[in-house]
């Protein structure tokens, strides 16, 4: 490939007047970028651009865009509640007389209220979120802690404020008999 460079900036000579008789020589290094049509570098399919059912290009031409998937209903899981179902579509924050946080990220959640006679279950006992394809149980620093019994495991009780993943079939005991199970993913 030739490049002509007639209309490069050259500098030569320096000071030749430097003292001990140095002399710089000139820097003759020089960077030379030289684009390439598209044509001869992508593939045809790359320059035309993903294309719909019926012919038509999406975006500008020569500019690949990514393809544009028709998003179907989420999955979420479930909880049940001493026998209500309620879908975990958002934040879910369960207990006697449960409230909001003061600083909420994303939408917002659902406050599930649950009887407590013996005052066992604190007014906002425990939150459940899912994360993706995971369930995440956090104990709110309740009084009487929550005991969390996952498939498969030993019953344990969880810490203040501790949080554990788990998974559908895992049932939360937060006290006075109200009982937490994640069902299954379903779409909404």
């Known amino acids: 490939m030739h490049h002509d460079?007639?209309?490069?900036?050259?500098i030569t000579g320096g000071s030749p007047g430097l003292p001990g008789g140095v002399v710089h020589e000139p820097d003759l290094d020089d960077t030379i970028i030289v684009?390439?049509?598209?044509?001869?570098?992508?593939?045809e399919s790359a320059l035309r651009g993903?294309?719909?059912?019926?012919?038509?290009?999406?975006g500008p031409p020569g500019i690949p865009t990514p393809p544009t998937a028709?998003?179907?209903p989420?999955?979420?899981?479930?909880?049940?509640?001493?026998?209500?179902i309620v879908s975990l579509d958002k934040v879910a924050y369960i207990g006697r007389?449960?409230?909001a946080p003061r600083v909420m990220q994303g939408g917002v959640p659902r406050l599930i209220q649950v009887q407590s006679a013996l005052r066992e279950v604190s007014g906002t006992h425990i939150e459940i979120r899912q994360r993706?394809?995971?369930?995440?149980?956090?104990?709110?620093?309740s009084t009487n802690g929550s005991v969390i019994n996952i498939p498969g495991r030993a019953p344990r009780k969880l810490c203040r404020g501790?949080?554990?993943?788990?998974?559908?079939g895992t049932l939360v005991d937060i006290g006075d008999g109200n009982l937490v199970e994640i069902l299954p993913m379903q779409r909404a």
């Open 5 to 10: 460079t007639s209309d490069d900036t050259i």
């Open 35 to 43: 684009g390439l049509p598209l044509a001869s570098s992508a593939p």
């Open 50 to 58: 993903p294309e719909s059912a019926e012919g038509r290009q999406h």
């Open 132 to 141: 993706g394809a995971s369930v995440v149980i956090t104990d709110l620093r």
């Open 97 to 99: 007389k449960p409230s």
């Open 74 to 84: 989420a999955l979420h899981y479930r909880l049940r509640i001493n026998g209500t």
């Open 70 to 72: 028709t998003p179907g």
């Open 162 to 168: 501790e949080s554990v993943v788990v998974m559908a």
